[in-house]
C-alpha cells in the first residue's frame, strides 16, 4: 500500500467507500502522491483499481473512463454521467461517484453547459457552430430555455455514437444539425455568429491547438465571437483524473491560452479569458473585428 498516507485509513475507504467527510482527505492523498512520484503512484495504483469495482466497472464514473469503450477518455456518455449527476447502483460505487460528482472539476463541465446556455441567452446568434458537440445537453436545454429563438445550430462531431445519442435527445430537433467529421480535415462553408467548443482544445498540443484555431477563425462572421473551453493548469483534481480516471488533458492558463490566440493571427481580436464559477474551466473570447 502508498506510503504517503497511514495504509489502514486509505483501506477503509478505498473498501468501503468515502464519505463527504472523507473528500479532503482523498484529494490531499491523490495530489501528494501523484507530486511526490507520479510515475510510481500511476504504477502502484493499477493494483488497487482491479480490486475495488469503482476503479473498473462500466458502471462507475472512473471505471468507465478507464476503460475508455468508446476508444477515448471523456467520451459522450462520460460528459452526460457528469452533466446529469449520475450515480452507479451498489453502495461501494455510488459512494464513489458521488465522490467523483462533487469534485470541482465536475462541477465545472456542468458549469460549463450553463456557460453556453447563458452566452446564447445573452447574445440569441442566429447561426452557430457547435465544434465538438458530444452529447449536446447543452443545445438541448437552451431550446428548452428558449424554444422559439430562430436559431440554427451546426454540430460538428467525429463518433457517430455521439451524434446518434445526441438526436436521440433532441428528437429531431430541425434547428440543429449534425455533421461527422474530423475538425483536423473539415472544411468550412459559410460563416457563424458564434463558434463554440467546449471541451475539445484541451486535448490539443500547443500546435493542433493554434492549427485549428486558426481554422475556426475563419468561419466567424464580422462581430462574431468564437469562445473555446480549455482547462485550467489550477485544476485541484488534476492527479485524481489523472490516476483515478486516466483522464489526461493538456491544463493551460489564461497567459497561455491568450498567447496562443495571438500566434493563431488573432491578437486583434480583443483575446480575453473568463471562467465558470468553479475556476477550473477556462473560456478563451474572441471577437472578430466588425
Known sequence: MFTITPAGTMNRLFVDGPDASDYPRINDYFNRAYQRDPENFSREFESLRREHEAFHSLQSIAGYCCAKPFGYAGDFRLIDRLYTHYIGSGVHIARWDAFAQAQPAAVAVRNRKTYFIDLMK???????????????????????????????????????HAINYAGSLLKGNCRVRFTQQNILTWKAEGTYEMVWSSG???????????????????????????????????NPNRAFMEVGMQWFLHHRSPEQLIDLAKQAGAEAWNPEVKSEPAGVNLFLHLTKPA
Not at 447561426?127 to 454540430?155: H, K, Q, T
Not at 500546435?207 to 462572421?221: I, Q, W
Open 122 to 160: 445573452a447574445n440569441l446568434p442566429a447561426n452557430v457552430l457547435n465544434v465538438a458537440s458530444g452529447p449536446a445537453r447543452d443545445v438541448l436545454e437552451f431550446f428548452g430555455y428558449c424554444p422559439d429563438a430562430a436559431v440554427v445550430i451546426d454540430c460538428l462531431e467525429y463518433d457517430a
Open 200 to 234: 475539445l482544445f484541451d486535448y490539443f498540443t500547443d500546435g493542433v491547438f493554434v492549427r485549428v484555431l486558426r481554422k475556426l477563425l475563419g468561419c466567424v462572421a464580422p462581430g462574431g465571437q468564437l469562445v473555446i473551453g480549455n482547462f485550467s493548469d489550477e
